[in-house]
């Protein structure tokens, strides 16, 4: 492992602050993220006793501490898109909120290159929809290239559906968005007021397709 001797201030963002909790590593058997800048963190993971878990880093910063509520996966979507973070498993798992930069690219071929078992990429959106899930093995650089295009034009379709369910309450329909069990639209019965957060604007047309379904 490799502690980061550059940064003698202290550290500003939450990225810089995890650097100086967990430190650098170039032995991608222990890293669990890749940095914007294609450093990767060092979170123990071939340490079956010391490993972190991924989930487990937000812990470790101020903002998080004392949360009500456990930390979720749809929480690290939120922090890794902030701080444009590849989340990385050597055992065969990446996943992005973002699109990746150039060096987590080439740090994304040049690891997946060398190794005869597939990896599965997971392209999920900041606040964790599920964009897109590939399987590869040994892909190209053009092939990996082409998978993350689908953060330059995000639509309807490149949701994952069965991760919404339509919710009937007295006086609303609501639209749950299942890996925060969150409520993420609303249409009033009496009023025909709807209501849905900035973030999932996209899934409006999906929210009435449900709601049009499940009318008797």
């Known amino acids: 492992m490799q502690r980061d001797k550059a940064h003698q201030h202290i550290p500003t963002s939450d990225t810089e602050k995890l650097i100086e909790i967990l430190g650098l590593t170039t032995n991608i058997y222990e890293a669990g993220y890749i940095?914007?800048?294609?450093?990767?963190?060092?979170?123990?993971?071939?340490?079956?006793?010391?490993?972190?878990?991924?989930?487990?880093v937000l812990k470790l910063l101020p903002d998080f501490v004392g949360k009500e509520h456990a930390i979720i996966d749809t929480d690290m979507m939120a922090f890794m898109a902030k701080e444009h973070l590849v989340r990385f498993?050597?055992?065969?798992?990446?996943h992005t909120a973002t699109r990746p930069s150039t060096m987590q690219l080439r740090k994304i071929y040049n690891t997946l290159t060398y190794r005869s078992?597939?990896?599965?990429?997971?392209?999920?959106?900041?606040?964790?929809?599920?964009?897109?899930?590939?399987?590869?093995?040994?892909?190209?650089?053009?092939?990996?290239?082409?998978?993350?295009?689908?953060?330059?034009?995000?639509?309807?379709?490149?949701?994952?559906?069965?991760?919404?369910?339509?919710k009937e309450t007295k006086t609303h329909q609501q639209l749950i968005?299942?890996?925060?069990?969150?409520?993420?639209?609303?249409?009033?019965?009496?009023?025909?007021?709807?209501?849905?957060?900035?973030e999932f604007k996209n899934v409006e047309t999906?929210?009435?397709?449900l709601i049009a379904e499940h009318k008797p």
């Not at 997971?122 to 599920?130: D, E, H, K, Q």
């Not at 590939?134 to 995000?154: C, E, Q, R, W």
């Open 35 to 56: 940095l914007a800048d294609g450093r990767m963190l060092h979170l123990n993971r071939s340490n079956c006793f010391k490993r972190q878990n991924h989930l487990d």
């Open 89 to 94: 498993c050597i055992d065969g798992k990446i």
């Open 117 to 166: 078992y597939p990896f599965d990429i997971i392209l999920s959106n900041p606040v964790g929809m599920t964009l897109a899930q590939h399987t590869l093995s040994g892909p190209s650089m053009a092939t990996l290239v082409n998978i993350f295009k689908v953060y330059d034009n995000i639509s309807e379709s490149c949701f994952s559906t069965d991760e919404f369910a339509l």
């Open 177 to 198: 968005f299942l890996p925060s069990m969150k409520c993420v639209a609303s249409l009033n019965k009496n009023s025909h007021i709807f209501k849905i957060e900035d």
């Open 206 to 209: 999906l929210f009435m397709r």
